[in-house]
């Protein structure tokens, strides 16, 4: 199914993976014990802004994000909401990717 729609609907997700249940949880407690914390971020550069992302658990983007927030070249900054797709590919390893026989628009 896809991932957003679960995210919203289900009170409990099974995560499944070629046919094996890999683990089981809500939506928000996949989220507490998987996602990692992120922040996107504008940053300015000469002569143009450029979005990035920084991953908070590893510490060269920790130390980055500190050295240009010191440098007064964040021009914006925001928590990112952890989401199932990234849990996904946590537990198995690899992007999800809904099977083409259930996708939208499907002639299946």
Do not use: Q, Y
């Not at 000469?46 to 994000?65: G, I, K, N, Y």
């Not at 240009?68 to 990234?86: K, P, Q």
């Amino acid at each position: 199914h896809d991932m957003e729609e679960a995210e919203e609907i289900c009170d409990r997700i099974a995560i499944i993976d070629h046919g094996r249940i890999v683990d089981t949880d809500t939506p928000a407690g996949f989220k507490t014990r998987f996602a990692r914390p992120r922040v996107d971020a504008v940053v300015r550069r000469e002569t143009e802004e450029t979005r990035h992302v920084f991953d908070l658990s590893r510490e060269p983007d920790r130390m980055a994000l500190a050295r240009l927030i010191e440098e007064g070249r964040v021009v914006t900054l925001h928590s990112r909401e952890a989401n199932l797709r990234e849990v996904f590919l946590r537990l198995t390893g690899h992007e999800f990717d809904l099977p083409a026989e259930m996708r939208e628009g499907s002639s299946s």
